[in-house]
């Protein structure tokens, strides 16, 4: 693993296409192996404190480590699905104002329980968007791990919904902001089908 400077100052999107360094099955092996030991290691320990440092690990040392370790792995295996939460995450750190507003607007124009679902407060600016970021994120490492990947899987869904709306919005007075949400809410769409197909797999003791 190459050694990085900490904490990285590299923006979150910039690690959705990380070229290839290693053979990509010995990569893929420790994507697995590492995924399976951190989650069951912080789990059965058991360990509040433990938790809370695995939730806050990128804030200290970047993310680059995480990217490194399971940005190539499929999206519906446990170490793809750690990356996608821990992604969705720092996204939320770099930008809790912007996020807070798009979730919010998901919010408003969904006819389903995924705000339910999601379980962020209402109204949810960029105080409560960063700390339903860590509930879902901490809920991987404690308690119910399908309901972890549920609760990611619609708060998802809503911003993608809440992307969708403003999109529209600004389509004529602001097109390229337009498209850089639409683009953002396809993004977000894909990531809501691959947590779920994951709850579900997890569920059935299937999810590698």
Request: charged letters at 30%; one cysteine or more; hydrophobic letters at 40%.
């Amino acid at each position: 693993m190459r050694d990085f400077h900490k904490p990285a100052r590299y923006p979150a999107a910039a690690f959705e296409n990380i070229p290839g360094g290693i053979d990509p099955a010995e990569s893929s092996r420790i994507a697995h192996e590492t995924a399976r030991a951190l989650l069951a290691r912080v789990r059965d320990e058991g360990d509040s404190r433990i938790v809370e440092r695995v939730v806050a690990y990128t804030d200290e040392h970047g993310i680059d480590t995480i990217a490194e370790l399971w940005s190539h792995a499929t999206s519906r295996s446990l170490p793809g699905c750690l990356w996608r939460i821990y992604l969705l995450r720092m996204q939320v750190r770099e930008d809790p104002h912007g996020t807070g507003l798009v979730f919010q607007r998901g919010t408003e124009v969904l006819r389903t329980i995924d705000p339910v679902v999601a379980g962020a407060s209402d109204p949810t600016g960029p105080t409560e968007i960063i700390d339903l970021a860590d509930r879902i994120l901490r809920g991987v490492f404690e308690g119910d791990f399908t309901i972890a990947l549920d609760r990611a899987a619609a708060y998802c869904r809503v911003c993608a919904a809440g992307c969708t709306s403003i999109a529209d919005d600004l389509e004529s007075t602001e097109p390229e902001r337009a498209s850089d949400l639409t683009q953002r809410a396809l993004r977000l769409s894909t990531y809501a089908a691959d947590l779920s197909s994951a709850a579900r797999l997890w569920w059935r003791d299937e999810l590698d």
